[in-house]
């Protein structure tokens, strides 16, 4: 009997050691987003990092950005012709890839393709900086690391996310219309009348305000689990790891909580 | 004003969740004073090191630098007039090394003139005995002992009163060891900067040191100068400084 109980306790103890963790772990990263946010609004200022990180987040994703929605746009109109004919919808192409585009498919894609490549890069060279004593360093400098180091990035995120997302959403419809007028044969005047007859401007305003939260959430998750990042090169890796997995979450969350904000009734 | 230590460290305590890795330390250090921190690995040097710096906060126990108390407020301040040598050196790699050794030159209140800062770095460097020709590569390219140099030049860049030095010795070869050795000496006694070393290299110690403690345990087992660490009369240094297997020190860490 008294076995059975341990391990029952046990497994309790497992799950109370499971949420507990959970929650230390966040308030510790909101903690460390409003410091972010301190960092940024409080001088001094280290503008030329700043630009630095713009063009690592902003410039340098846009080939993997657009890449991600030209052929997402594209296989949308494809499964919208293939779904739609079955109830004589194929004139709904344009206006479905639009709407699809912009208000989800454009700002997810773009968040889930920028975790990957620049909060994975932003984890994995914040946590070698830890490792190797470089933050130590940096106070030991008289330079505060979160401003030096994180606030930068995350404002960078948060501007340029939503760059790239309107980037994403213009591209990604460009997919849909290259496949619509030379596969589906709609007209291409057709389909641009489509496309702006049904996007609003809240879309549009839907979509960005998207970027910037998805780039805030990728910048300060990566600067988070690369500052904690634990020793030698597996804290590296699994700091890696956890930002990559943990900002794909958060976005997803926050791309279903920032629909319901915009769109439902 | 004279009599009042540079660095006093009062019953200073720090655990990491159930391990208590200091336990009380005392320590001070006299202006121009150089302190050399001895003990075994995981005893504690590092972390009364950073405590003093402000990187880690004691749970109990008085920092005072110059006679003022350290606190979480003040201790940005304080850094100043620190400068840190690394063990891994530390130096930024995204940085050349002349952007490494002029780094407090180049942003913040002590701001030069870009072309300024780098003839200072440059000045820095050949101090450290590095010709011109390092200062644009990357801390990468550098071999160990260049890197530690190029870290030492950083550390003295802005003409710090207190220099910590973290392990200077670790990972360079004997005769590096000795030349990085006799250069810490000298630019701690032309500065006339207060030094504060943690080592496990005795030759390290014999060089550099005017007095010395040994840490083990969390607390400071014996403080003397550096002449007398061959008749401590304590165990734990004569252990220490013997290379003992058996003593008070265990071996299993």
New interface residues.
């Given amino acids: 009997m008294s076995q059975v109980l341990t391990a029952g306790q046990m497994f309790l103890a497992g799950i109370g050691r499971a949420v507990l963790g959970l929650c230390r772990s966040t308030g510790a990263l909101v903690l460390f987003a409003l410091q972010a946010v301190a960092g940024i609004l409080v001088p001094p200022f280290y503008g030329i990092e700043f630009l630095r990180q713009m063009m690592r987040i902003g410039y340098f994703s846009l080939p993997v950005v657009g890449l991600t929605a030209l052929f997402t746009g594209g296989a949308l109109a494809l499964q919208i012709y293939a779904g739609g004919s079955r109830f004589n919808a194929e004139s709904a192409v344009p206006s479905i890839v639009a709407i699809g585009m912009v208000r989800e498919l454009g700002p997810v894609l773009c968040g889930l393709m920028v975790a990957g490549r620049v909060g994975a890069s932003i984890a994995a060279e914040i946590g070698s900086m830890r490792v190797t004593e470089q933050i130590d360093a940096l106070t030991t400098l008289s330079t505060n690391p979160i401003k030096f180091l994180v606030a930068p990035r995350v404002l960078a995120g948060t501007l340029a996310m939503p760059l790239l997302t309107a980037v994403s959403d213009i591209i990604g419809v460009m997919g849909g219309f290259f496949v619509g007028t030379s596969r589906l044969g709609i007209a291409s005047g057709n389909y641009i009348q489509n496309t702006l007859d049904y996007l609003t401007a809240g879309d549009v305003v839907s979509s960005l305000v998207k970027g910037a939260v998805f780039g805030f959430i990728i910048a300060v998750v990566g600067c988070f689990e690369g500052y904690n990042s634990g020793r030698g090169a597996q804290g590296v890796a699994q700091a890696t790891r956890a930002a990559v997995v943990t900002s794909s979450i958060l976005i997803l969350a926050a791309n279903y909580l920032l629909t319901e904000v915009f769109f439902s009734t | 004003m004279t009599d009042t230590p540079k660095i006093a460290l009062r019953g200073v305590a720090k655990s990491f969740g159930s391990k208590h890795v200091l336990r009380g330390v005392d320590l001070t250090v006299a202006r121009g004073q150089s302190l050399v921190i001895i003990g075994g690995s995981g005893t504690g040097k590092s972390v009364t090191l950073?405590c003093i710096?402000?990187?880690i906060r004691p749970d109990a126990g008085e920092i005072d630098i110059d006679g003022t108390r350290l606190t979480p407020r003040n201790a940005?301040g304080f850094?100043?007039q620190?400068?840190?040598l690394?063990?891994?050196g530390?130096?930024?790699?995204s940085m050349t090394v002349w952007e490494n050794v002029a780094?407090?030159f180049l942003?913040?209140?002590g701001r030069l003139k870009r072309a300024d800062a780098r003839d200072l770095a440059i000045g820095k460097l050949r101090r450290v005995g590095l010709g011109a020709d390092t200062a644009d590569l990357f801390p990468a390219e550098l071999s160990g002992g260049m890197q530690k140099r190029v870290g030492l030049a950083?550390a003295i860049a802005a003409e710090p009163k207190i220099i910590?030095f973290d392990e200077p010795t670790t990972g360079l070869d004997p005769i590096m060891a000795d030349v990085i050795n006799d250069l810490i000496r000298e630019i701690v006694v032309e500065m006339g900067a207060t030094a504060m070393t943690i080592t496990h290299d005795m030759t390290s110690v014999r060089k550099i040191a005017d007095r010395v403690a040994m840490l083990h345990e969390g607390v400071v087992q014996w403080e003397g100068p550096v002449e007398r660490i061959d008749d401590s009369g304590n165990p734990y240094v004569h252990q220490f400084v013997n290379g003992l297997p058996d003593g008070p020190i265990a071996a299993l860490r």
């Fill in positions: 950073k710096i402000g990187l940005g850094l100043d620190f400068g840190m690394f063990q891994g530390a130096l930024f790699d780094f407090r942003r913040g209140k950083r910590f």
